[in-house]
């Protein structure tokens, strides 16, 4: 069964945002997570991906779930209008991955796709992560998905 819990918290610069976990396969005691969020980029380019409400997702779920879709929408380009890094060739699980308006959308299609022919409970761990990326979408231009794995 879906598990998701939410809390406020406040980031390093002050600002309130909702903490969402949603679990299926993971266990309560995983450490290992990724963390989908909006980006935010200053009038001088800078860039804080702490500003807006994200969705956590642990270990087993990512591997399960996410990461066959990353390496189906792999390679992208780099969505910084300001510093373009080029192309990204691959997911890294370790660090920060930064996905414009368009590759954000792709990963909730291809969520919703994989759940059509699945059972309920996975139905409703891909349509909530889709959800909240859909939700997410008209909030910024650059979405950062940071991971720890």
């Given at each position: 069964?879906?598990?998701?819990?939410?809390?406020?918290?406040?980031?390093?610069?002050?600002?309130?945002?909702?903490?969402?976990?949603?679990?299926?396969?993971?266990?309560?005691?995983?450490?290992?997570?990724?963390?989908?969020?909006?980006?935010?980029?200053?009038?001088?380019?800078?860039?804080?991906w702490d500003r807006y409400d994200s969705l956590t997702v642990y270990r087993t779920d990512c591997e399960k779930f996410?990461?066959?879709?990353?390496?189906?929408?792999?390679?992208?380009?780099?969505?910084?209008?300001?510093?373009?890094?080029?192309?990204?060739?691959?997911?890294?699980?370790?660090?920060?991955?930064?996905?414009?308006?368009?590759?954000?959308?792709?990963?909730?299609?291809?969520?919703?796709?994989?759940?059509?022919?699945?059972?309920?409970?996975?139905?409703?761990?891909?349509?909530?992560?889709?959800?909240?990326?859909?939700?997410?979408?008209?909030?910024?231009?650059?979405?950062?998905?940071?991971?720890?794995?």
């Amino acid at each position: 069964m879906l598990r998701k819990t939410s809390e406020n918290i406040i980031s390093e610069y002050g600002c309130e945002r909702k903490a969402t976990t949603i679990r299926l396969y993971s266990s309560d005691d995983e450490l290992v997570f990724i963390e989908l969020t909006p980006a935010f980029i200053t009038e001088d380019g800078n860039i804080f991906w702490d500003r807006y409400d994200s969705l956590t997702v642990y270990r087993t779920d990512c591997e399960k779930f996410l990461i066959p879709i990353f390496d189906e929408i792999f390679p992208i380009k780099d969505p910084d209008p300001n510093n373009s890094w080029g192309m990204q060739d691959n997911f890294d699980p370790c660090s920060l991955n930064w996905f414009g308006r368009e590759d954000w959308l792709k990963i909730a299609e291809l969520l919703r796709k994989r759940c059509a022919d699945t059972n309920s409970d996975e139905r409703d761990f891909c349509l909530e992560a889709a959800g909240f990326i859909e939700r997410t979408a008209d909030i910024s231009v650059i979405f950062c998905i940071e991971g720890n794995l």
